[in-house]
């Protein structure tokens, strides 16, 4: 554990946790309101600190770099912007989508995180096993998106927040205000997806249950 000063603000290393192929670190950080950083609405006026949380991921990469897709602007993707050059190129930079590897990972699993509560497992897997038709259609192959929770027998066994080798689906604060995002690692090489989250926001199933 150490801690960090910088512009009369403070870090500290929280939590430190290894797994096979990645390395995790979740960060507390304390900073004057003066600092770049957004300031808490509901913070009041006149404060002196508040208090940011934030992670920090390493992950292996794969060993055969995926064929990359190149970015079509016409269609939404999300991208990544790729470098690459030769010995008798110029270097050219240009924007590939962000697309799991499903020659190499046959299957993509999501964990519903222990912590979401079982109430909503079950609309949970049906959302995620729904993009099941979609992979289908286009020629990936049947039962291609899997999802698990605690109470399923295949669960990992070793299922831990924060281990990028698994995708998981969790639940945001309640006085967090949205319906939902995704946030993803990829492969700076290609665009690959190493991992992807779902953050489902608590007014999403509120709403949702008094219609």
Known sequence: VGTMGGRGGVSHLMEARGFPLNMY???MTQSPIMAPVKRDRHQRRGGNNYTLYYSVAFCKLPDEVMISRQKDRRVGFFETSVVRGGVNNVNQE???INKWNINRRKH???CIDPAVPSLYHDTIKKGVLSWNEAF???GCGSNV???LSENDDNFPTDYARG???YSAIYMTDPAIPVYG???SLTDFRSGEIIVSHVLLGFSAFTEGTSR
């Open 25 to 27: 670190f979740k960060y």
């Open 94 to 96: 240009y924007n590939v």
């Open 108 to 110: 993509i699993l999501y």
């Open 136 to 138: 289908e259609h286009a």
């Open 145 to 147: 998106v899997q999802c």
């Open 163 to 165: 281990d990028a080798r």
């Open 181 to 183: 995002f995704g946030p």
